[in-house]
């Protein structure tokens, strides 16, 4: 019997960014960071945020994470970024981070969270997401 957790599918498109986590993310238990996590979702989702709003972007809020299971040294993380929602001048995107252990094929959803970014113009004001 395994401790995994029951299979999953991640997304179907391509992931935003793909990592591996090292030894330098860990802390005094061995166990990755929970920041590390986040700070990584947060590039993902501002990549995304970025491409959609053709520019400058900045996060203003993160809704509720949870850490649904350990990442391990030498896992291979995969973040996959989606625009939920555009308004005016904001954008929701819901970012996944998938594990995969380092000598198997096995993926799991280790977390999950909805950021919201703003488009910003050159002097950092709030600026219209252009039209998709």
Not at 14 to 20: A, F, K, Q, S, Y
Not at 49 to 55: D, I, P
Not at 95 to 109: K, Q
Request: charged share 25%.
């Amino acid at each position: 019997m395994s401790n995994r957790p029951p299979p999953e599918d991640p997304p179907k498109a391509d992931p935003v960014i793909r990592t591996t986590a090292m030894p330098a993310d860990t802390n005094p238990a061995g166990d990755i960071f929970g920041g590390w996590l986040m700070g990584l979702m947060d590039m993902a989702a501002g990549s995304a945020a970025t491409r959609r709003a053709r520019g400058r972007c900045a996060t203003v809020a993160v809704e509720a994470m949870s850490f649904l299971s350990p990442v391990r040294v030498g896992d291979e993380v995969s973040f996959y970024a989606t625009v939920l929602t555009t308004g005016r001048t904001s954008m929701r995107i819901r970012v996944e981070a998938w594990r995969r252990e380092r000598e198997g094929d096995h993926m799991n959803r280790v977390t999950d969270a909805v950021f919201t970014f703003v488009a910003l113009d050159q002097t950092g004001r709030p600026r219209p997401v252009p039209a998709a």
